[in-house]
């Protein structure tokens, strides 16, 4: 879920033709919930192959994220979040707690013969186990597609590609990615240019947008630190913030006073002790330097095996995205290294 910059962050609307020949470095995690809480029958079920595993995301990963790439020319590199830091404890805990009670208003729903209720509870409860991630890695590799598994956050992890030059954005519907460091941020990008909201059961158009980083700070006239430190104020994944203060206050009191230490006694005694690990959760993640991005030629045996022998899908439908990738491979073939990356 990440902080909410919405009110304060500066953004740009931007056209997916824009991003042509770019290469992004995609939150595997947070794509696949989406693929899990979208891509469903009308009762709100996901799709499952005949063993009952989930294939929602498999879906999701094979169908839509090759005619982004097909259509907008773009090269995807998928970041896997790592182990949990420790203090996202209690968020991963409220995220269970939400889960289970949305299952009970689903099977509530259900009884009721109330579909539309049902479908936007069982968004809510899509939960991305570990079976359903490995399977995730596993299409990638037969599509050629690169992925890194990150040691902590896959946010930090896009952030310090991005940074490094190796891919040209982030890409991520979580603001966290620019608390880690990211020059560029891409969020909203669709094959449908719709989200759907669970709370009101319906959906509403959306365009891709573009932050950088720098002119954000820059049109603030704040760091990356004090960005920081204005999140850790809101409230993160990581902390619970001051209660009543949102992201204008807390720009407002960063501006004022520079730094949470120097913020006045009465908010000062609502922020958490441990400043500096909470600090350094976003200044100083854990990374991994050795990773490659580069795209390899699809497994098409591989493909049909896994997605049509081993999960159920239809062949023509699984023909329809190989050709895809062929085309997608052929545009590469001859590309060196520099025009790969898009730079």
Request: aromatic share 8%; glycine share 6%; charged share 30%.
């Amino acid at each position: 879920m990440g902080f909410n910059l919405r009110p304060i962050v500066v953004r740009k609307e931007i056209a997916p033709e824009s991003l042509r020949g770019r290469t992004l470095a995609v939150d595997a995690n947070n794509m696949l919930y989406q693929f899990l809480s979208l891509i469903r029958t009308p009762d709100g079920v996901s799709l499952r192959d005949r063993e009952g595993r989930t294939t929602s995301h498999l879906a999701g990963l094979l169908y839509r994220s090759t005619r982004l790439m097909l259509d907008h020319d773009l090269r995807f590199a998928f970041i896997f979040d790592g182990p949990p830091h420790p203090h996202k404890a209690k968020v991963l805990a409220e995220r269970r707690a939400a889960r289970q009670k949305a299952k009970e208003e689903w099977n509530e729903a259900l009884r009721r013969h109330d579909f539309q209720t049902a479908w936007s509870k069982a968004v809510v409860m899509s939960k991305l186990d570990e079976t359903m991630i490995a399977d995730a890695k596993h299409l990638l590799s037969y599509m050629g597609m690169p992925y890194v598994e990150a040691p902590g956050e896959g946010e930090a992890q896009a952030a310090h590609m991005t940074s490094r030059g190796d891919v040209w954005a982030a890409n991520s519907r979580d603001y966290d990615t620019l608390l880690f460091g990211s020059p560029r941020l891409v969020r909203y990008l669709t094959v449908s240019g719709q989200e759907f909201l669970p709370s009101k059961g319906i959906s509403r158009p959306l365009k891709p947008e573009l932050i950088d980083l720098s002119a954000f700070l820059a049109h603030h006239g704040i760091t990356r630190e004090q960005l920081v430190d204005l999140a850790i104020a809101v409230g993160t994944d990581f902390n619970e913030g001051i209660k009543g203060v949102g992201p204008k206050t807390a720009l407002r009191l960063v501006k004022r006073h520079g730094l949470l230490e120097e913020f006045p006694e009465a908010l000062r005694q609502a922020l958490p002790q441990d400043l500096d690990t909470l600090r350094g959760i976003f200044l100083r993640p854990r990374v991994r330097e050795d990773y490659s991005v580069l795209w390899q030629q699809p497994n098409e045996e591989g493909l049909f095996r896994f997605l049509c022998d081993e999960r159920g899908f239809a062949k023509e439908r699984v023909q329809i995205a190989v050709e895809r990738l062929r085309t997608i491979s052929k545009r590469r073939s001859g590309l060196d290294l520099t025009d790969w990356l898009g730079r």
